[in-house]
């Protein structure tokens, strides 16, 4: 089978992002994130680092056109996303262009605080968790999905994996949309020393259901390995997507991740 430009071109990363690993990871993630939270029809809920919005139109599925849901996230073009697909019952998503560690609103203005796969990549994790904690009301729930230490991570293993095996060189870390994993004990301290109370951690695993192979392989092009593969010779390209075709024909698909709840005091 020969690839042509398929995902690689006029697309951007946040684009091949939303198309090819929102539907397949962060969906599925974002409503066992939502159901973990515990959130309820007519609150306020902030999805910190949001990306293109899946967590935050999980939310806005629950809390109803009573609620409010605001997205944040340091990337204009990822937010651009957020409001795509979102039902029609579900509260408009307002989009928030914020640092998570410096978020723009008001103390106590929200109910529940959430972050999909994104508090692994902030380098002061603590300083996060009170940020979350400063703008949630008394009472108010902080819940957060992070990958797991010290598990397989697909498909973001096998990309790491092919690129590798083919000489093609990203310039950072093997693994962009997985590194910094944290353990149990990590995120329970985080969330602890951020001051929430009632913190419960917990650790689960998720099957991906790819429409196809194809469309697997085709998901290096929403990670950061994209800006990467789209300048490589066609060949060599072509390679690569035999190379992850096979490998992810061949191993289960399934991502860990720990989740973390806590309470604003």
């Not at 849901?69 to 957020?82: F, T």
């Not at 968790?129 to 703008?135: A, F, G, Q």
């Not at 690569?240 to 991740?257: G, K, N, V, Y």
Request: with cysteine; hydrophobic share 45%.
């Amino acid at each position: 089978m020969t690839i042509d430009s398929g995902p690689f071109g006029s697309a951007s990363v946040a684009e091949n992002y939303r198309r090819y690993l929102q539907p397949v990871i962060f969906e599925p993630w974002s409503r066992i994130l939502v159901e973990f939270a515990g959130i309820a029809r007519g609150q306020a809920v902030l999805d910190v680092a949001a990306g293109t919005g899946a967590a935050s139109r999980a939310a806005a599925a629950v809390v109803g056109p009573a609620g409010r849901v605001v997205a944040s996230d340091i990337s204009a073009e990822m937010l651009a996303y957020v409001g795509e697909g979102q039902q029609v019952a579900a509260t408009p998503i307002e989009t928030l262009l914020s640092p998570a560690t410096d978020l723009g609103l008001a103390d106590g203005s929200v109910d529940v605080a959430l972050c999909q796969h994104g508090f692994q990549f902030m380098p002061d994790r603590v300083a996060v968790v009170r940020e979350m904690r400063r703008v949630l009301r008394p009472g108010g729930v902080a819940a957060i999905a992070v990958w797991a230490a010290d598990r397989r991570m697909e498909p973001f293993d096998t990309y790491a994996e092919a690129m590798s095996g083919l000489g093609i060189e990203a310039g950072y870390g093997p693994v962009p949309n997985a590194r910094l994993p944290m353990t149990q004990d990590g995120v329970r301290d985080a969330l602890t020393e951020g001051g929430l109370v009632g913190v419960v951690v917990t650790e689960l695993s998720l099957e991906l259901r790819w429409p196809s192979v194809d469309e697997a392989a085709r998901g290096i092009a929403g990670t950061p390995f994209g800006a990467v593969v789209e300048f490589v010779e066609p060949e060599v390209r072509e390679r690569l997507f035999a190379a992850l075709r096979s490998s992810l024909a061949e191993r289960p698909q399934r991502q860990t991740a720990v989740l973390g709840r806590g309470y604003a005091p």
